[in-house]
């Protein structure tokens, strides 16, 4: 199994090289060492594989278009990508929210959840969404749907690994209190 998790200095090495040489061997490499748990993540926030697959691809043209303004001094990589991907994922998720809506709303009147993984999925979704606080969010979602370890969460969203501890006790609580809301209300995800 190809190794996924890279340090920081590996990733913005091969960027660097890409910007000092602009050999397209070099973002290549960076493409295949983050796409994995970046689209993970995206996928987690959009619900969608194919816009997930969009907004990876337009993240990936927007770190092209803006290679210049990456300042290792100011951040790393890996959060510079993260937060370029996390925006365009919500900005996808605004734009089609209501249709996403609608069509959640009528899988979960038509269904029967229990038996039906990805019903289980949608329902994760719609919870995940309920937590207001985008730390905590973002943690559980780079935790458990990247598969990122705390370490590199924390790189990643430039803190400590004690922080992504904290972020991702209480996004579990703030999901337990949501989940167990929607096993005893049905009308759940009927905002």
């Known amino acids: 199994m190809a190794k ?13 090289r890409f910007l000092e040489t602009g050999m397209e061997s070099y973002f290549l490499e960076l493409i295949t060492r983050i796409n994995p748990w970046l689209f993970r ?15 990876l691809q337009d993240t990936w043209l927007l770190v092209l278009k803006y ?3 990456f300042d290792s001094k100011k951040g790393n990589f890996r959060n510079y990508i993260y937060q370029i991907g996390k925006r365009e994922a919500v900005r996808w998720t605004k734009n089609n929210h209501n249709r996403k809506e609608n069509e959640l709303n009528e899988a979960v009147i038509n269904s029967d959840e ?6 289980i999925g949608n329902i994760l979704r719609a919870a995940l969404e309920k937590i207001n606080n985008e730390t905590h969010k973002n943690a559980i979602i780079l935790h458990y749907f990247a598969g990122m370890k705390i370490n590199e969460i924390a790189e990643t969203m430039n803190t400590n690994q004690q922080n992504i501890k904290n972020w991702l006790m209480r ?5 337990e209190k949501v989940l167990n809301k929607h096993f005893q209300d049905e009308s759940f995800i009927n905002y």
Request: net charge negative; charged share 40%; proline share 2%.
């Open 171 to 175: 996004g579990r609580k703030t999901l």
């Open 4 to 16: 996924e998790h890279y340090s920081n200095y590996e990733l913005e090495w091969l960027f660097e």
């Open 41 to 55: 993540m995206i996928y987690r926030i959009t619900g969608d594989r194919e816009a997930a697959k969009d907004v």
């Open 67 to 69: 290679q210049k303004s």
């Open 114 to 119: 229990k038996d039906n993984p990805e019903e």
